[in-house]
C-alpha cells in the first residue's frame, strides 16, 4: 500500500473525530493507532510518525475548545458596522472559552477568557476558577522549574511530549498502559521480567493497572535493567514512573550504568536521586527524572542500567516505567506561568490567590535568571542538552543526511525549530514578564493591607524593572539582523544567527514593546511589503497569501528542524505551518502592531480583510470544507498535517477578537480596576462592548471620541478605579469622583452609570 493511501486513512480517520461527539473520540484514537501511526512506521516516514505523536499529545491533553457556545457572549458594537461586527461575533462564539492546563498557552489564552460575562448570570467564574485551580496546582520541581503540564508521555514528564525516546534512539521498559493513552496509541510493548536481574527483590507480580510489583526483602537491594543501546547524548534523563510512598524518606537511592566502552557497573558511573524530586500524576503515581547528563561519564551508548536502593529494611514498591527521556522542557514555561497568574490577578485582585502563589511566582522568575545566565547575558542562554540552537542534521552535496540524535529539541510553541542557545522569543517573553512582575511588585509594595511580604533586594519593582531594560537595550542589538532589518530566532552555539523571516516573532516584539521604535518601523514595512528583503520566498503582497494572516515565515526552510523532523522538504512551500503557513490566532499581533505603529485606521483595515475572509470560507461550509478544495492550501490540526493552524489544538485564534477590547478600546486590568485608552479608527462613530467582567463587576463599556460611558450590570459595594487617558476629563453624570484621569466609581441601584468627557483641548480650539 502506498504512502498516499496512508495519508487517506488519516484523512478518514480525522473526519471521524469532526463528525462524532466527545465520546467517540477513543474510537477516532484506536482506528488512528491502527491505520495511520504503525503505517506510517512501516513506511519509514519520520515526518509522519512526528505528526501523529503531536497530535496524540493534544488529543490527551485534556485541553477543552468549544465548537459552538450556547450561552450568551459579549456583544462588540460599532454603529455603521454593523455587518462586520456580527461576522466577529459569529466567529468569537466559534472560538470561546478555550482553556488548558498546558503552560504553553499561559500567555495568549487566560487574557481571553477571564473578562467575558458569559450566560445568564453575566459570570466569567468558570474560567477564572478553572484557571485559579491551574496556577495554584501547577507543579514546580524541586530546583524551580515550572512544569509544561501536558500529559504522561514518554519524553521528560514535565516537559513537552515530543521528541520521544524512541525517536531518540533511547531505551525503555513500560509494565503498564494504564492512563497512559499516549503510550497506547504509540503501541509501545509491554515489557516483561525477561532479561531483568533482580537482587535482594522477590517479584509480586505484573498488575495489568498498576504494573511492576516488587518487594525488596533485603538491605541494599539492586535492579539491573535488560542490555540495551541507548544513545547518551540524546538521553540526557532517566525517568521512572512509579508508585513509592513505602520508600523511608531517608533511602537515597542510586542509578549506575554501564556502556559500550565500559561494560562494567562501577561507582565511578553512578549518580544519587531523591524520589521526592518528583511530580505526582494522579493514581499515585509519580514520575522521577534523573539527570544523569550531569555527570562526566554519562557519554558514548549506554548499555545496561542498575539502581541500587539503598534500604536498610523490606520495602514494597510499584514499578510502571523506566525509560531514557530527551530533555523536551522548554525554557519559556515560569515566564508563562508568571504572564498568566498576574493576568489572573489584574483581573480579579484575588488577595488570597497572590498570598498563595506571590512565593512560587518569584521563585519562578528567579529561576529563569539564574539557569539562563541572564543577568551575565543581558538575555535569555539556553544551555540544556539539545538546546544548542543547531539543527537536528546535516545535508551534504549529495543530498544524504546526517542525523544528530537529540539535537534542535524544540524551546516553544514552534516546535519543530530549534531556537535555542541565545534565543531571541524566550528573551522577548522574559522581558515582559520581568515588566509585569516589577508592576505587581510595586503594587504590593504600596499596599500593605495585602500582608505579603517584600521580595528580596535583588528582585524589587526597581530591579525588575531595570533588568528589563538592559535586556532590551543589549538583545534588540545582539538579535537584530541588519542585512534583513528584522529579528532572528536565535543564535547558536557556534554564533550562527537563524533568520526564516518569524514574522510571528517579529510581531511579538513589537507588541511586547521590546523592539525600539525604528526596528518596529522597519518591521512593518517588511511584512506589509513596503521593503523587500531578496533573499526570502515571499515577498511583498505574497506575505499575506492565506488571507487571514501573514505567513509565520517568510524564508523557506528545509535544513533548521528538530532531528525528528528530518524529511522537511516533503513538504511543499506552506505546506506546514512553519514554513510558510500561517496561523489564525497571531494575527492578534499583526493587528495590535499595527495599531500601534501605523494606527486604529490600518488596524481596521486589517481586521476586515480577516472578517471577509471568514464570511468566504463560512459561506462554503466552514474551514474543513473550504480548504478540501485542492489549491487553497491545507488545514493542520486534530491529525491532518497541513499549513494553516486555525481550528481543533488552534486554541490561539481565541485571541482575534480580543483587539477590539486590548486594541480599539485600549482596556487593561490593573488591580481594583482598569485603565482605558480608546483608539478607534476614523470610521467608527463609537465602540460599545458588553459583558465585561473585571474585578467583581460586570460593566458595558462605550467609547466615542471625547466621551466614555460605563454602565454597570453588575455591582458589588467595592470601588471600581478607572484610570482615564491623558487630557483634561471631567464627571458628565453619575457616581464617580475624579483627579486628573483617576476616578473612583461607585454604583449603586439608583446610580449604575458613569459618563466622563474630555474638555476640547487649549489648541484644538
Not at 516516514?45 to 477543552?64: D, E
Not at 468549544?66 to 450561552?71: F, G, L, R, T, V
Not at 521528541?163 to 509494565?175: I, L, V, Y
Request: aromatic share 12%; with cysteine; hydrophobic share 40%.
Amino acid at each position: 500500500m502506498s504512502l498516499n493511501s496512508y495519508r487517506c486513512k488519516l484523512f478518514r480517520a480525522t473526519y471521524l473525530f469532526y463528525i462524532t461527539n466527545v465520546k467517540s473520540l477513543r474510537t477516532a484514537r484506536k482506528f488512528l493507532e491502527k491505520q495511520f501511526l504503525v503505517a506510517a512506521i512501516k513506511m519509514n516516514q519520520p515526518c509522519w510518525v512526528s505528526l501523529a505523536i503531536i497530535t496524540i499529545s493534544f488529543i490527551s491533553s485534556g485541553a477543552h475548545a468549544e465548537e459552538k457556545p450556547k450561552y450568551k457572549l459579549p456583544a462588540f458594537i460599532v454603529p455603521g458596522q454593523e455587518k462586520k461586527m456580527a461576522s466577529l461575533q459569529d466567529l468569537f462564539d466559534r472560538h470561546d472559552s478555550p482553556h488548558t492546563a498546558c503552560t504553553l498557552w499561559d500567555a495568549w489564552l487566560p487574557m481571553s477568557i477571564f473578562w467575558p460575562a458569559t450566560g445568564d448570570d453575566y459570570s466569567a467564574k468558570k474560567m477564572r476558577d478553572y484557571y485559579r485551580n491551574v496556577f495554584l496546582s501547577r507543579f514546580i520541581d524541586a530546583e524551580g522549574y515550572v512544569t509544561m503540564d501536558q500529559h504522561i508521555g514518554l519524553a521528560h514528564p514535565n516537559g513537552w511530549p515530543f521528541p520521544t525516546w524512541q525517536q531518540a534512539g533511547g531505551a525503555g521498559w513500560h509494565f503498564t498502559h494504564e492512563n497512559d493513552h499516549y503510550a497506547k496509541f504509540l503501541s509501545v510493548p509491554l515489557a516483561t521480567l525477561e532479561g531483568w536481574k533482580l537482587e535482594g527483590i522477590q517479584p509480586q507480580g505484573l498488575d495489568k493497572i498498576q504494573g511492576l510489583k516488587l518487594k525488596l526483602t533485603r538491605a541494599n537491594a539492586v535492579l539491573t535493567s535488560p542490555v540495551c543501546n541507548a544513545k547518551s547524548f540524546a538521553s540526557p534523563f532517566i525517568v521512572l514512573q512509579w508508585d513509592h510512598k513505602r520508600l523511608p524518606e531517608n533511602v537515597k537511592p542510586v542509578l549506575q550504568w554501564t556502556t559500550t566502552a565500559a561494560p562494567e557497573f562501577s561507582k565511578a558511573r553512578q549518580i544519587s536521586f531523591q524520589p521526592e524530586m518528583t511530580q505526582k500524576k494522579g493514581n499515585g503515581l509519580s514520575f522521577t527524572a534523573i539527570p544523569v547528563y550531569r555527570h562526566a561519564l554519562w557519554k558514548g551508548n549506554i548499555r545496561q542500567l542498575r539502581i541500587q536502593w539503598n534500604n536498610d529494611a523490606p520495602v514494597e514498591l510499584t514499578f510502571r516505567a523506566m525509560h531514557t527521556a530527551v530533555d523536551t522542557r522548554h525554557p519559556i514555561t515560569n515566564i508563562l506561568f508568571v504572564q498568566g497568574s498576574i493576568e489572573y490577578f489584574n483581573w480579579t485582585t484575588d488577595i488570597e490567590f497572590l498570598q498563595k502563589n506571590i512565593s512560587r511566582l518569584r521563585r519562578a522568575i528567579k529561576y529563569t535568571i539564574d539557569e539562563f545566565s541572564v543577568m551575565e547575558n543581558n538575555g535569555m542562554l539556553v544551555k540544556w542538552v539539545g538546546h544548542n540552537g543547531k539543527a537536528g542534521f546535516d545535508v551534504a552535496a549529495d543530498g544524504t543526511k546526517d542525523i544528530h540524535y537529540g539535537q534542535g529539541v524544540g524551546n516553544n510553541y514552534w516546535d519543530l525549530l530549534p531556537f535555542g542557545h541565545q534565543d531571541c522569543l524566550a528573551t522577548i517573553y522574559l522581558f515582559d514578564a520581568l515588566n509585569r512582575l516589577s508592576m505587581l511588585e510595586s503594587q504590593i509594595a504600596t499596599h500593605p493591607e495585602w500582608k505579603i511580604a517584600p521580595p528580596k533586594h535583588q528582585f524589587t519593582s526597581a530591579k525588575l524593572r531595570e533588568l528589563a531594560l538592559r535586556i532590551r537595550n543589549s538583545s534588540t542589538q545582539r538579535f537584530w539582523n541588519k542585512k534583513t532589518n528584522r529579528f532572528v530566532a536565535c543564535i547558536d552555539s557556534e554564533g550562527i544567527a537563524h533568520d526564516y523571516g518569524f514574522t510571528f516573532l517579529n510581531l511579538e516584539a513589537i507588541y511586547y514593546g521590546f523592539a525600539t521604535d525604528q526596528q518596529a518601523r522597519e518591521i512593518m514595512d517588511w511584512i506589509e511589503g513596503k521593503r523587500i528583503v531578496e533573499t526570502d520566498t515571499s515577498q511583498a503582497d505574497d506575505i499575506y497569501h492565506w488571507e487571514f494572516a501573514p505567513r509565520a515565515t517568510t524564508k523557506r526552510n528545509v535544513e533548521w528542524y528538530v532531528w525528528a523532523w528530518h524529511g522537511p522538504e516533503s513538504n511543499p512551500w506552506g505546506g506546514q505551518v512553519q514554513d510558510g503557513g500561517a496561523v489564525l490566532g497571531f494575527s492578534y499581533f499583526d493587528m495590535m502592531s499595527r495599531l500601534k505603529i501605523n494606527g486604529p485606521d490600518d488596524a481596521w483595515q486589517r481586521m476586515q480583510t480577516i472578517l471577509t475572509w471568514y464570511d468566504k470560507v463560512q459561506k462554503q461550509g466552514g474551514y474543513r470544507a473550504y480548504y478540501a478544495k485542492p489549491g487553497r492550501g491545507t488545514l493542520q490540526g486534530g491529525g491532518t498535517a497541513g499549513g494553516l493552524g486555525i481550528d481543533h489544538e488552534f486554541f490561539e485564534t481565541v485571541l482575534i477578537p480580543q483587539t477590539m477590547l486590548y486594541g480599539f478600546l485600549g482596556f487593561k486590568p490593573i488591580p481594583s480596576g482598569f485603565s482605558i485608552n480608546p483608539k478607534l479608527p476614523t470610521a467608527w462613530p463609537s465602540l460599545t462592548i458588553t459583558r465585561i467582567h473585571v474585578q467583581d463587576h460586570v460593566i458595558t463599556v462605550t467609547a466615542s471620541k471625547d466621551e466614555i460611558k460605563i454602565e454597570a450590570k453588575r455591582f458589588t459595594n467595592n470601588a471600581l478605579n478607572v484610570l482615564l487617558p491623558e487630557g483634561d476629563w471631567t464627571v458628565l453624570s453619575g457616581p464617580a469622583k475624579l483627579k486628573e484621569t483617576q476616578a473612583v466609581i461607585r454604583f449603586d441601584s439608583e446610580n449604575r452609570t458613569a459618563v466622563f468627557v474630555k474638555e476640547p483641548s487649549v489648541n484644538s480650539k
